[in-house]
Each structure stands twice: as C-alpha cells, then as structure tokens.
C-alpha cells in the first residue's frame, strides 16, 4: 500500500517568512495529492491541491510543487501570518478516493 | 451548504458499551468516508462507501467496528462492545462526483473509560 513520509513534524517561523513542508510517498500510481490544514479542535480543511499531471500550483500565498520523478511534493507558504498557525497534513492516492496522509506538521507563526 | 455534520460532538462512555457515530454527508456528494485521528496513527481511512454500498473497508480495526450507510444523507459507524483504545477523533468525510475533494466534518471525539 501508499505511504506518505512528512518532514519536518513541527516548524516555528516569524510572521512575513516562508514556511515549507515536504512530503514523500512510496506508490508510483498515486496521481492525486491534496495539503489539509486542521486548526485546534477542528476537521481537516482541504486549502490546495495538486494532480499528477501538473508540476505546480499556486492560489494566493500558498504553493505545492510536483515531482513524480523523485515522488515528493511540497507546500509553500509564503509571507507567513499568526493564523496560519495549524497542524498541516500531506495525502496521497490514486484517484482522490483511499487518502494516505502524512504524519502532519505544526507550523507555529510567531508574531 | 452546511458542510458535513456529525453528532454527537464529544462521546463520553464505559468500556463494554456500544458506541454509534453519525454523520450527514453534503447533499449531492455519492462518497462517504470514515477516518479515525489518534496521536499514534495519526490519520487513518476506515471505510468508504459509493452510493451508499461500502466499497473498501480494509481499515475497520476489527469485528467490533461496523459501519452502514442507509440513504444518501446518512450514515453511522458503531463500535460494539468499545474498548480505551478506541479513543480518538472520528471523522465523516464526503465528496461530489467524479471529483476528487473531500471535505471533512468536524469531527466526533470519543473518549472510552
């Protein structure tokens, strides 16, 4: 079966700096990768996502790059804000359906 | 819409008790699915279903565990008899068709003395 690999497992960065994360997985059929955000107490909240056929993608201050070669992705925050603080997940599957996710990451964004 | 709705909230019970969690997919979404989230093993798929019929439930931990998806617009899971270790956040997930998003609920925390 999929296994997502997540790093790092938590990351402090100060307000206005770049946050990444990165993930890796272990199945080559995988052609859907979505990033989660889960606030304190909260569900899962899908903010981006990317398919196999495309190398990146980016809404606003948030990017994920793409490489099937090496299998991993990342997620770029940039210009890093207090309530972008949150536990972030990285998944994987082949066609949306049975989500593999990462072990999260919780970025703390210190004013 | 208002997203995915799950009840009860917070789940408070004795070891040995049955357990029943529910949830109400988004109106129109044919995928339901049900994730358990422990420090642990972090987020885990245990069922999903299409339709209303189970298509993969590999991840149902055992014969304890069961789940039903009656209409469109419910489903449960139930846990019989529960036990500690069953202690978690459960999450209802549900997606439209022929898309590949899913869109979680807030979650139902269970906690088993």
């Known amino acids: 079966g999929e296994n997502v690999e997540q790093h790092p497992s938590t990351l402090s960065v100060q307000e206005g700096d770049s946050a990444v994360i990165k993930c890796t997985y272990s199945?080559?059929?995988?052609?859907?990768f979505p990033w989660y955000k889960q606030e304190l107490g909260k569900g899962p909240q899908l903010i981006i996502d990317i398919r196999s056929n495309v190398g990146e993608k980016k809404d606003q201050r948030i990017a994920v790059t793409l490489n099937k070669t090496a299998k991993h992705f990342s997620l770029h925050i940039t210009e890093t804000q207090p309530e972008d603080s949150a536990v972030y997940f990285c998944?994987?599957?082949?066609?949306?359906?049975?989500?593999?996710f990462g072990g999260g990451t919780r970025l703390m964004v210190k004013p | 819409d208002a997203g995915v709705i799950q009840s009860p909230r917070h789940e408070v019970t004795e070891m040995g008790q049955e357990v029943t969690l529910r949830c109400k997919p988004i109106?129109?979404?044919?995928?339901l699915f049900w994730y358990r989230q422990t420090m642990m093993r972090g987020l885990e798929l245990l069922i999903y279903?299409?339709?209303?019929?189970?298509?993969?439930d590999s991840g149902m931990p055992e014969d304890r565990f069961s789940a039903k998806m009656p209409n469109a617009s419910f489903s449960t899971l139930k846990i019989q008899p529960s036990e500690p270790r069953d202690s978690a956040v459960y999450f209802c997930a549900s997606s439209f068709p022929g898309a590949y998003e899913q869109y979680f609920g807030p979650g139902t925390r269970l906690t088993v003395t």
């Open positions: 998944a994987a599957s082949y066609a949306g359906n049975m989500l593999t």
């Open positions: 109106s129109g979404h044919d995928y």
């Open positions: 279903f299409n339709n209303n019929v189970p298509i993969d």
């Open positions: 199945d080559s059929a995988s052609n859907y």
